[in-house]
C-alpha cells in the first residue's frame, strides 16, 4: 500500500523559503510520476511541480524560477523548495504520485493533472503573509 505523508509547512512572511518534505513508503514500481498540487482559499487545486523517474521537472509559470521539485533515492521522498514566497502562494500543499500503471514508462502523462494522481499526502498548510 502506497503512503505518502507532506510535511514541512508553515507561516511566514513575503520573500521567505519553505522546503515541503513528502516521505514515500509502499511505492514499489522502477518508473513514476510523482507531484506537487496546492488548494487556496476559494481555489481549485493546481498544479504546482511534477518530476518524474528520468528526473524531468516541469513547473506551473507562477513558481517557475523560484520553486524546485525534487525526489529523494531510491523513491522514498519528495520535496519542494520553495523560495522568494508570495502571499498569493498560500494554500495547502499536497504531494501526489500517478498510478505505476500510469508511469509504467517512467514518464509523466502529457499535461499530467489531477486526474491522472492516484496516491495521495494529506496537505501541509502554508500561510504567506504580506
Known amino acids: 500500500q502506497v503512503r505518502m505523508v507532506a510535511s514541512g509547512g508553515g507561516s511566514l512572511q513575503a520573500g521567505g523559503s519553505l522546503r515541503l518534505s513528502c516521505d514515500v513508503s509502499?511505492?514499489?514500481?522502477?518508473?513514476?510520476?510523482m507531484a506537487w498540487f496546492r488548494q487556496g482559499a476559494s481555489k481549485e487545486r493546481e498544479k504546482v511541480a511534477t518530476?518524474?523517474?528520468?528526473?524531468?521537472?516541469t513547473y506551473a509559470d507562477s513558481v517557475k524560477g523560484r520553486f524546485i521539485i525534487s525526489e529523494g533515492n531510491p523513491k522514498k521522498s519528495l520535496y519542494l523548495q520553495m523560495n522568494s514566497l508570495k502571499p498569493e502562494d498560500t494554500g495547502t500543499y499536497y504531494c501526489?504520485?500517478?498510478?505505476?500503471?500510469?508511469?509504467?514508462?517512467?514518464?509523466?502523462?502529457?499535461?499530467?493533472?489531477?486526474?491522472?494522481?492516484?496516491?495521495w499526502g494529506k496537505g501541509t498548510p502554508v500561510t504567506i503573509s504580506s
Open positions: 501526489a504520485a500517478a498510478s505505476e500503471w500510469t508511469a509504467a514508462a517512467g514518464r509523466c502523462p502529457e499535461n499530467v493533472g489531477e486526474g491522472d494522481m492516484q496516491y
Open positions: 509502499g511505492y514499489v514500481a522502477s518508473g513514476y510520476c
Open positions: 518530476v518524474d523517474s528520468y528526473g524531468m521537472t
